[in-house]
């Protein structure tokens, strides 16, 4: 069924892969994945003793590469201390220790944390805190989001109804809620319209969504600050809430700490997760203003957020995500970002140059070369041919990308750069 790259399977794998359903594949003619013995710094070591250097840190989480000592310390102890206890009823250090660490570094006015277990849920989680302020202030019918063509929040219900409805999750367009899906404006002429439009909706929504500065899973588009200060500006004048999907972009990603921060804005609620807890363990947030959580504050149960999951705020993960919260107070991580877009602008640019290639464009620590047209199955084989040289790279659609670990080399950078462009010149 599945077509081996390599001869050596371990056991686990030969008896797993038979009960394994993996994510985003087609399983009928599924190559196997690439079997993982450890990972160190920005390295994967394969069980069949190859290493690849990792230009996309697990899906963009891994910020200071892996098994980090201070984090791996800090969770270790947190095991043998308390491992887990439900939220509800119960308080701990970890946690609330997290909770006024965020507030403090994220933009001004976020005030309170809710903690989740994944990006997808932080989504929901924002999603239903919207829904259900209007609602608690007898505003019912402002229950829709405005969001945008491109866009990614996540694979369940909610994140779903908001990403690009032409994209991966458009054959549940029947089951999901609709919204009102836009262009993300970026003139004169596209923002007098998108300004009509939230005019003429402005009753019926309970906020706007939007990944700050970089639509990422939709196709690595960028947008500038000045385009996101102006929709956040739009949104305040008219009581659209302001909800930013910083689940990619934050803790560094754009080049500064959170991509908000380069537009000078406070949203009314944001998402987080991934490098949140320097990708070791899942945990999520989602940060909200005071008057939106004052909006939840009555003599009655029924305005209360009833929302809950069972691993909420999880000792370890509030453990690691302090402990990378502590690297981030060395600020030079901020500068080691700044150097990575700048040798991600110097070496990329040679790619423009080729044939097939529509864009080259890199912001912080994250460089994309998009292509005129490639079918699913030319990016598999490029993937392929990214491991023939010893890195991992994923392209989708027509975009390749690198977004490494922020503690990646000079050296380690160059080799995905270099390999990026001879898969390209060559194949
Ligand atoms: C912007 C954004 N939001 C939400 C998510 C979903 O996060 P998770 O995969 O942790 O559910 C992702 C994942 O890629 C994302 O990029």
């Known amino acids: 069924m599945h077509k081996k790259i390599e001869n050596h399977i371990p056991d686990w794998e030969k008896k797993g892969l038979e009960h394994i359903w993996l994510p985003y594949t087609q399983m009928k003619d599924a190559s196997s994945p690439l079997p993982v013995q450890s990972t160190q710094g920005v390295t994967i070591t394969l069980e069949d003793g190859r290493t690849l250097i ?70 929901e989680v924002a999603l239903k805190m919207a829904v259900q302020y209007w609602y608690n202030q007898d505003e019912k019918q402002k229950n829709k989001f405005i969001c945008f063509h491109n866009s990614y929040h996540g694979d369940t219900m909610g994140c779903m109804s908001v990403a690009d409805p032409d994209g991966m999750h458009s054959i549940f367009s029947r089951y999901m809620p609709k919204q009102y899906h836009m262009d993300l404006p970026n003139d004169e002429y596209s923002f007098d319209e998108f300004e009509l439009l939230l005019d003429s909706i402005k009753n019926l929504v309970a906020g706007l969504i939007i990944e700050p500065l970089v639509q990422a899973a939709g196709g690595m588009k960028f947008h500038s600050p000045d385009i996101l200060a102006e929709i956040h500006r739009l949104c305040k004048e008219r009581n659209i809430l302001f909800i930013v999907d910083e689940i990619a972009t934050g803790f560094g990603r754009t080049g500064e700490m959170f991509a908000c921060d380069e537009a000078a804005i406070s949203p009314d ?52 995500a302090n402990a990378s919260l502590d690297l981030f107070e060395d600020r030079s991580i901020l500068t080691k970002i700044s150097d990575i877009e700048i ?85």
């Not at 984090?71 to 701990?92: K, S, T, V």
């Not at 959580?293 to 809950?308: I, R, V």
């Not at 790279?393 to 922020?406: E, K, Q």
Request: a negative charge.
């Open 269 to 320: 609620i944001m998402c987080l997760g991934k490098s949140l807890t320097g990708g070791t363990i899942s945990l999520a947030a989602t940060l909200a203003s005071k008057d939106i959580f004052d909006g939840f504050l009555s003599d009655t149960l029924e305005h209360a957020f009833m929302h809950g999951p069972t691993f909420m705020a999880n000792p370890i993960a509030c453990a690691a």
């Open 54 to 123: 990792d230009g996309i840190a697990s899906w963009w989480s891994a910020c200071h590469g892996y098994q980090h000592p201070h984090i791996i310390e800090q969770m270790h102890r947190q095991i043998d201390q308390l491992p887990h206890i439900m939220f509800a009823g119960f308080a701990h250090q970890p946690a609330y220790t997290l909770a006024q660490r965020l507030v403090e570094i994220t933009p001004k006015g976020l005030d309170r944390v809710f903690f989740s277990d994944s990006g997808s849920t932080a989504v």
């Open 343 to 427: 040798q991600l602008t110097k070496e990329l640019a040679q790619c423009t140059a080729l044939k097939n290639v529509a864009d080259v464009r890199v912001k912080g620590a994250i460089g994309v070369v998009e292509l005129e047209e490639i079918t699913w199955k030319e990016i598999f084989a490029m993937r392929q041919k990214f491991l023939e040289h010893g890195v991992y790279l994923r392209p989708f659609g027509n975009v390749i990308y690198v977004m490494p670990s922020y503690t990646i080399t000079k050296e380690e950078l160059s080799r995905l750069t270099r390999s990026i462009f001879e898969v390209l010149s060559h194949g």
